[in-house]
């Protein structure tokens, strides 16, 4: 497997961590659970990082898709996300990547 777009996957996290404004106060909801997998591929199970994350009140659960240019799907991840929010096609490199958030119910991110 090519490192090269899983570090720069983690570059864009990072970046999205920082830059994404929240659009909703989240700070007087309950803390929930969100279903967390750091790698999935297209028809397999979680290959890293799966488990369950506690969202804290400034969290959401989350599901990023990335895809490439012809949008084939290429890689899936979920977990606990501070200042997530719904972006779609994301421009990176060869790729584009979808974001989803959610704060209704325990394991929400586990079919959006």
């Given at each position: 497997?090519?490192?090269?777009?899983?570090?720069g996957l983690?570059?864009?996290?990072?970046?999205?961590?920082d830059?994404?404004?929240?659009d909703?106060?989240y700070s007087a909801m309950?803390?929930?659970?969100?279903?967390?997998?750091?790698?999935?591929?297209?028809?397999?199970?979680?290959?890293?990082?799966?488990?369950?994350?506690?969202?804290?009140?400034?969290?959401?659960?989350t599901?990023?898709?990335?895809?490439?240019?012809?949008?084939?799907?290429?890689?899936t991840?979920m977990?606990c996300?501070?200042?997530c929010?719904?972006v779609e096609?994301?421009?990176?490199?060869?790729?584009?990547?979808?974001?989803?958030?959610?704060?209704?119910?325990?394991?929400?991110?586990?079919?959006?």
């Amino acid at each position: 497997m090519d490192k090269h777009p899983l570090l720069g996957l983690l570059i864009l996290l990072c970046w999205l961590r920082d830059e994404i404004i929240v659009d909703e106060d989240y700070s007087a909801m309950e803390v929930i659970q969100c279903r967390m997998c750091h790698l999935q591929f297209p028809g397999e199970n979680c290959f890293r990082g799966r488990g369950i994350c506690t969202a804290t009140t400034d969290e959401a659960c989350t599901v990023g898709r990335m895809f490439k240019k012809n949008g084939k799907p290429w890689l899936t991840f979920m977990g606990c996300l501070k200042n997530c929010a719904n972006v779609e096609n994301i421009k990176w490199g060869t790729y584009l990547v979808n974001f989803r958030c959610c704060r209704s119910y325990d394991l929400c991110n586990e079919n959006i």
